[in-house]
T-cell receptor, first 115, second 115 residues
Framework: AQTVTQSQPEMSVQEAETVTLSCTYD???????LFWYKQPPSRQMILVIR??????QNATENRFSVNFQKAAKSFSLKISDSQLGDAAMYFC????????????FGPGTRLSVLP | KAGVTQTPRYLIKTRGQQVTLSCSPISGHRSVSWYQQTPGQGLQFLFEYFSETQRNKGNFPGRFSGRQFSNSRSEMNVSTLELGDSALYLC??????????????FGPGTRLTVL
């Protein structure tokens, strides 16, 4: 069974600075998707960024980028120019490429942004 | 396009009672997943429904059940409520198919409090 680990329960960053959230996963599959979801205090979970394992190029969405290391099974999220609105719980998630497999979520990292 | 909706948003019940939560997925989405979120256990997968059939199931007791209707709307039921069932229950929907089978869209959640 796949597992997702986020070793940083809490992190903080100064506004306008850069922060990196860590995620590692365990799988024997070669094709899969990885995601970072954000859950602000309002509770609505939203997708931040996704990566397909067969793509070597790291995904980027505006201020958010990932460092995907397939061999190391590592998928970190970098947030540049941090803003107060980035404060939230961040969940790393894995989904198999195979049909009918459910998502596996990590325990989450609570990010605080300091003014 | 409307997002995932969940009703009710808040619910207070007493031990021993039963509760039914409802989820309406995004139009066209046939997969609906349910999660339980608590501060101590994080985000735990309950079950997934696709085309009115339970496709995946998490490690929860039989008191937790669900169903999906022909219009893809889903309900989950918890019988004989326990204090430990107090949690945020999240519903998520997704498309199927290789190109779309890679993201879940979450609802705002139902906050269940068991007294």
């Amino acid at each position: 069974a796949q597992t997702v680990t986020q070793s940083q329960p809490e992190m903080s960053v100064q506004e306008a600075e850069t922060v990196t959230l860590s995620c590692t996963y365990d799988t024997s599959e070669s094709d899969y998707y990885l995601f970072w979801y954000k859950q602000p205090p309002s509770r609505q979970m939203i997708l931040v960024i996704r990566q397909e394992a067969y793509k070597q190029q790291n995904a980027t969405e505006n201020r958010f980028s990932v460092n995907f290391q397939k061999a190391a099974k590592s998928f970190s999220l970098k947030i540049s120019d941090s803003q107060l609105g980035d404060a939230a719980m961040y969940f790393c998630a894995y989904r198999s490429y195979n049909y009918g497999q459910n998502f596996v979520f990590g325990p989450g990292t609570r990010l605080s942004v300091l003014p | 396009k409307a997002g995932v909706t969940q009703t009710p948003r808040y619910l207070i019940k007493t031990r021993g009672q039963q509760v039914t939560l409802s989820c309406s997925p995004i139009s066209g989405h046939r997969s609906v997943s349910w999660y339980q979120q608590t501060p101590g256990q994080g985000l735990q997968f309950l079950f997934e429904y696709f085309s009115e059939t339970q496709r995946n199931k998490g490690n929860f007791p039989g008191r937790f059940s669900g169903r999906q209707f022909s219009n893809s709307r889903s309900e989950m039921n918890v019988s004989t409520l326990e204090l430990g069932d107090s949690a945020l229950y999240l519903c998520a929907s997704s498309l199927e198919g290789r190109e779309a089978y890679n993201e879940q869209f979450f609802g705002p959640g139902t906050r269940l409090t068991v007294l």
